[in-house]
């Protein structure tokens, strides 16, 4: 999403990186290139112009120390910058946890989610349920939006959704009334009222959290925007989240602004943050509304949701990488016995086919090969460039799952008339099986090595590029390159 703004501060730090020490002329001429990549990225003009402006203060006033260089010194200065642009502390040791949904004894704790209409509000109270019922809390939807065709069908929908792909013990519960949607428009509170039924509801089931899902309307509807003042009054939510698209740009921003002055919004929630945007609200809408933002939702699939944290973000952008994302979300995935059972088989090189497919899958669900290497420090503007087949992890999957037990639990039998078969099963050719079986082997003999002191064979590791996924255009014309040397010789 920030691609774009990144590559403005790396050129930015390169042409600094070259020069002996900090002076104005150079920052000046940082700053344009800066503040030409943020325009560009569709950031607000003022919130550009007060970002570059505290930047050029901030390193004309350091005293550089002799050992920094003037293109690392930059790079901290940015990032404490871009920090607060955020809305995070840049002077903190350690940045304080971002507050969660609060809760209350009894319940419900009531959230209010609005926004325009087709800003993604309805699916993003799935994911907020979804994300609410992994922590073992217990959530009601209830379906306020009464203006958009199939609004409470579709909220329905995602509630079941929610209870059937989501873990935990706790359940999503909808409440509707559907026969009011003939009312709507012609009575006044409607919507009011069904909100008002809901919370009632809630604390006779004993919910934990109560979302409602009210209508989208445009800031400048004043009906509209009177109905969300009354819902404000009469249910008094502990939350306000607006939904904002990414996508949107500037518009989005200058709506979110409307809405905050209206209603006092305490959240953003960035909707399509996984889109190829220019970010440009992004960095923008908490200096222009005062509203931090909360979540982002960086994905299609109801757990495709994110806390977020304004440090992570920072160091994303600068190409730091986010290994404590990274982290959360294999802690997510795989439990601690798992992979203390997984870490025995290895180091016995007992590892099987069909513990390859447990682990492939549960990498699959932390996210995509090219967000999760984009995570890893210096990774950003590399992974940028490289051209990921995803679709090879789907055909590795299928290969696995033709084999028989027998095969998936000792790959060594898997001669040509076996490879022929898994080739005819999973909709690929003997090389690749062959292949698979073959990086397979090598994985095998590596961790047992490692994990009894020995070290790892870089020219075996080379030789494992297409088990999982293939990097086009680099992998394979080294490769190549590799073929054509041995020819000669």
């Known amino acids: 999403m920030f691609d774009r703004v990144s590559d403005g501060f790396n050129n930015v730090f390169r042409k600094l990186s070259g020069n002996a020490a900090i002076s104005e002329s150079n920052v000046r ?21 007060a970002f570059c402006e505290s930047v050029m203060d901030d390193a004309l006033g350091q005293d550089v120390a002799k050992s920094i260089k003037p293109g690392q010194a930059m790079i901290n200065i940015v990032h404490r910058r871009l920090i607060e642009l955020f809305g995070g502390d840049p002077d903190a040791e350690q940045q304080p946890t971002p507050p969660g949904i609060m809760k209350l004894s009894p319940g419900p704790t009531i959230i209010m989610m609005c926004g325009l209409q087709g800003s993604g509000k309805t699916t993003t109270c799935g994911k907020l349920a979804g994300m609410l019922k992994k922590q073992g809390r217990s959530v009601m939807l209830c379906a306020a939006d009464l203006q958009r065709p199939a609004a409470v069908e579709q909220l329905e929908t995602v509630a079941n959704q929610a209870n059937t792909e989501l873990p935990g013990g706790s359940q999503v519960h909808f409440y509707a009334e559907p026969d009011k949607c003939a009312e709507y428009g012609k009575a006044v509170g409607v919507a009011v009222k069904i909100c008002q039924h809901a919370v009632k509801e809630a604390k006779k089931q004993g919910v934990d959290v109560l979302i409602l899902d009210t209508a989208g309307r445009l800031h400048v509807n004043d009906e509209l925007m009177g109905e969300l003042h009354q819902i404000r009054a009469l249910v008094q939510p502990q939350h306000i989240f ?88 294999a802690q997510q995935e795989v439990s601690e016995e798992e992979a203390l059972a997984i870490e025995a088989k290895m180091a016995k090189g007992e590892l099987t086919m069909d513990d390859f497919l447990k682990q492939m899958k549960m990498i699959r669900k932390m996210g995509s090969m090219k967000s999760l290497l984009g995570m890893l420090p210096g990774m950003g503007s590399a992974v940028k460039d490289m051209d990921i087949d995803e679709k090879q992890l789907d055909r590795t999957e299928a290969m696995i799952h033709s084999m028989t037990k027998a095969e998936r639990a000792k790959p060594d039998i898997i001669k040509n008339t076996r490879k022929r078969r898994i080739a005819a099963g999973s909709g690929t050719d003997q090389n690749q099986v062959g292949q698979l079986t073959k990086q397979f082997s090598m994985l095998s003999k590596m961790t047992k090595a490692m994990s009894s002191g020995g070290k790892l064979d870089a020219s075996r590791l080379a030789g494992m590029g297409g088990g999982g996924f293939s990097l086009k255009g680099s992998t394979k014309t080294k490769a190549r390159g590799v073929k054509s040397r041995k020819k000669r010789r």
């Open 29 to 49: 001429e940082a700053m344009d290139e800066v503040r030409t990549a943020l325009l560009e990225a569709d950031v607000h003009i003022e919130v550009a112009e």
């Open 242 to 329: 607006l939904i904002v698209d990414a996508m949107t740009g500037q518009d989005a921003v200058n709506s979110a602004k409307a809405f905050h002055e209206k209603l006092e919004v305490d959240g953003v929630i960035l909707t399509k943050f996984d889109s190829d945007t220019r970010g440009g609200a992004a960095l923008s809408v908490k200096q222009i509304t005062g509203a931090p933002i909360r979540y982002i939702g960086v994905g299609e699939k109801l757990d495709a949701i994110e806390v977020f944290h304004p440090e992570r973000m920072a160091g994303r952008i600068l190409g730091m990488g986010d290994v404590v994302s990274l982290v959360e979300k």
